[in-house]
């Protein structure tokens, strides 16, 4: 059985693994936007950045919220601290073995 932390991890580089959903998550890092204002820089449709923001929104990477007529998109950054987490687990578990591979190398030479 696939336990919730697993689960959301998925949901989180799923959300991470389109070029596209990575520049938006750029975008709104810097300050709260509008769909359209999102929508603008890209060669594709209102309905397909949407489709994108939904991806992003159930990993719950961002946050939407009606003001009159017009949604509003931020990011949640707090919301990527478990992939953050299972990277540094990693980044720490290759730099002992490359440490190790390193001593082993110098040890051949002398």
Same mark, same amino acid.
């Given at each position: 059985?696939?336990?919730?932390?697993?689960?959301?991890?998925?949901?989180?580089?799923?959300?991470?693994?389109?070029?596209?959903?990575?520049?938006?998550?750029?975008?709104?890092?810097?300050?709260?936007?509008?769909?359209?204002? #999102? !929508? &603008?820089?890209?060669?594709? =449709?209102?309905?397909? %950045?949407?489709?994108?923001?939904?991806? +992003?929104?159930? @990993?719950?990477? #961002? !946050? &939407?919220?009606?003001?009159? =007529?017009?949604?509003? %998109?931020?990011?949640?950054?707090?919301? +990527?601290?478990? @992939?953050?987490?299972?990277?540094?687990?990693?980044?720490?578990?290759?730099?002992?073995?490359?440490?190790?591979?390193?001593?082993?190398?110098?040890?051949?030479?002398?």
């Amino acid at each position: 059985m696939v336990n919730s932390s697993a689960l959301r991890l998925d949901s989180i580089f799923h959300a991470l693994s389109d070029s596209t959903r990575r520049s938006i998550l750029r975008d709104v890092a810097s300050r709260e936007k509008t769909v359209t204002e #999102i !929508a &603008r820089p890209y060669a594709i =449709s209102l309905a397909a %950045v949407s489709k994108h923001l939904k991806v +992003l929104e159930s @990993a719950d990477l #961002i !946050a &939407r919220e009606r003001r009159g =007529s017009f949604q509003i %998109v931020r990011l949640k950054p707090a919301a +990527l601290k478990p @992939a953050e987490q299972w990277l540094a687990y990693y980044e720490k578990f290759w730099n002992t073995q490359l440490d190790a591979l390193e001593r082993h190398f110098q040890g051949e030479k002398k």
